[in-house]
């Protein structure tokens, strides 16, 4: 990989949308009839380069606060930094949708319209000069780290060119998952805090013990005493209200850093993806 590999140059990220080490552009991916807008971090040079295709949380990318929006741009430049094009496609943002974290009934789901935006970004990337089409990984947060979960699932449809590589999912919702005898057919790293109310650790180790023996490899680490968003940065522990899907029925959850499971996980995920 080239480009620097330590904690430091990690830290070095600045906003999604804002001045960032790593330059951006935004694209568009045609599949089908719809159109889905993403935006794209690239290393410099002609490559081949690996790439990460990357979902975004139930808040999505448009208008974001800037607080929110430098956990994803930390991310790009981390993951740019040691040699990977980045692909965030908007699945909110290209139906004309905000933040769905108030939303009961939801419009575009993990299991459905996000697994379909993952892999039309996959395809995307495929056809560009600059990308190793062998090389794709997939990582999501939240409500796209369900979706990943969703979209590696073995009776998923994806086409018959090379699938991802392997999948990355931060503090993901389980339950679904669980109940339909969840697998995966590419190695699978789950990140998740033991003190999350949003989304709940135990019900993902049950879903990761449930698979072994008929999936490929599928990891989970649950990380002690951290909550919902634990690798944002500077984040201080915050309760947020009107949530829906949380882990119990009062919309209430907490996030913030947690800067044990956020130093690991800055360390972990690029090393998971270079496998």
């Not at 290393?43 to 295709?53: L, T």
């Not at 290209?94 to 575009?108: D, I, M």
């Not at 998923?156 to 057919?185: I, N, Q």
Request: hydrophobic residues 40%; positive net charge; aromatic residues 8%.
């Amino acid at each position: 990989m080239m480009g620097c590999k330590t904690l430091l140059c990690a830290l070095a990220g600045v906003a999604l949308w804002t001045a960032a080490a790593a330059a951006s552009e935004p694209v568009d991916i045609p599949d089908g009839d719809f159109m889905l807008h993403a935006t794209l971090y690239r290393p410099e040079g002609n490559g081949p380069f690996p790439a990460v295709v990357a979902l975004h949380d139930c808040g999505g990318i448009l208008h974001r606060p800037v607080a929110n929006a430098q956990l994803y741009g930390e991310w790009a430049n981390l993951l740019v930094a040691d040699g990977f094009v980045v692909l965030f496609p908007d699945s909110y943002g290209s139906r004309g949708l905000g933040s769905q974290c108030r939303v009961h009934e939801r419009k575009v789901t993990g299991s459905r319209e996000r697994a379909a935006d993952a892999n039309a970004a996959r395809r995307w990337l495929q056809t560009q000069s600059y990308v190793r089409g062998d090389r794709i990984s997939l990582i999501g947060w939240s409500n796209g780290g369900t979706a990943a979960l969703w979209t590696v699932r073995p009776t998923m449809p994806h086409d018959g060119g090379a699938d991802f590589r392997s999948a990355v999912a931060f503090y993901p919702s389980c339950h679904r998952l669980r109940e339909t005898a969840w697998s995966t057919r590419v190695p699978t790293l789950i990140l998740i805090g033991s003190a999350d109310d949003w989304t709940t650790a135990a019900i993902c180790q049950q879903m990761v013990d449930g698979a072994r023996g008929r999936s490929a490899r599928a990891q989970i680490i649950v990380y002690p005493g951290a909550h919902h968003e634990f690798d944002r940065k500077n984040a201080p522990l915050r309760l947020r209200t009107g949530l829906t899907h949380t882990a119990d029925p009062s919309g209430r959850a907490h996030d913030g850093t947690n800067p044990a499971a956020r130093s690991d996980a800055l360390k972990r995920v690029p090393k998971w993806l270079a496998r």
